[in-house]
């Protein structure tokens, strides 16, 4: 239902784009999420932004100042513009959006609409 895009191999301090497209979605009635998961690691919170696009934000502690996430909604497109990039970054990224409480938008067992995933390996 989402399309993922962007990923690719990048060296260590390098940059990427990713984006989510919802087609068929009115995405300004969603709240917009990026999370992660590296091998043998359960899928791990990366960033959401509010339905308002503008409005809230959020980041896990661990891309904050490296990471933005942002939202085009007649585009119905979630971005992430990843820089500084580190081989900890390393997994593949899954869009995902909701409708459910901001307060819950880093739990990725509450979302039901994901992407397929776009793999981001950061590696010399």
């Known amino acids: 239902q989402l399309q993922a895009s962007g990923g690719g191999l990048v060296q260590p301090g390098g940059s990427l784009r990713l984006s989510c497209a919802a087609p068929?979605?009115?995405?300004?009635?969603?709240?917009g999420a990026w999370f992660r998961q590296a091998p043998g690691k359960e899928r791990e919170f990366v960033a959401a932004?509010?339905?308002?696009?503008?409005?809230?934000?959020r980041y896990a502690d661990s891309v904050k100042g490296r990471f933005t996430i942002s939202k085009e909604n007649a585009k119905n497109t979630v971005y992430l513009q990843m820089n500084s990039l580190k081989p900890e970054d390393t997994g593949v990224y899954y869009c995902?959006?909701?409708?459910?409480?901001?307060?819950?938008?880093?739990?990725?067992?509450?979302?039901?609409?994901w992407g397929q995933g776009t793999l981001v390996t950061v590696s010399s």
């Open positions: 932004i509010n339905r308002n696009g503008v409005g809230t934000i």
């Open positions: 995902a959006i909701t409708q459910i409480l901001w307060s819950y938008v880093d739990e990725a067992r509450r979302y039901t609409t």
């Open positions: 068929g979605r009115t995405f300004i009635n969603f709240h």
